[in-house]
Nanobody, 123 residues
């Protein structure tokens, strides 16, 4: 069994910064892509940023220039540094990872989600 545990959400004023982290734990063979998604009230969950094991990154247009995703493969952890936050960034932020976990003599890939952490940006 594998799980993702997020931390770092909270309340911040417009223009402020927050840093999120997400650590994977459990029976892990390897982790491919990791990413951050968010879901605002009444809206669909959307990609914020993603990063491959080789550290290639992809950002939503709304995150470009303000957010930075990074990861530490040795710690099975992905980070999201958020700067110049706006009220429209208010959402529950979820971590997602593609994790290879041992299954008998081989392994299988799982799509794993964290429990979410609330980010609130006040105007």
């Amino acid at each position: 069994q594998v799980q993702l545990v997020e931390s770092g959400g909270g309340l911040v004023q417009t223009g402020g910064s927050l840093s999120l982290s997400c650590e994977a734990s459990g029976s892990i063979f390897s982790i491919n892509a990791m990413g951050w998604y968010r879901q605002a009230p009444g809206k669909q969950r959307e990609l914020v940023a993603a990063i491959t094991r080789g550290l290639s990154t992809n950002y939503a247009d709304s995150a470009k220039g303000r957010f930075t995703i990074s990861r530490d493969n040795a710690k099975n952890t992905v980070y999201l540094q958020m700067n110049s936050l706006k009220p429209e960034d208010t959402a529950v932020y979820y971590c997602r990872a593609e994790i290879a976990t041992p299954s008998g003599p081989r392994y299988r890939y799982l799509e794993v989600w964290g429990q979410g952490t609330l980010v609130t940006v006040s105007s």
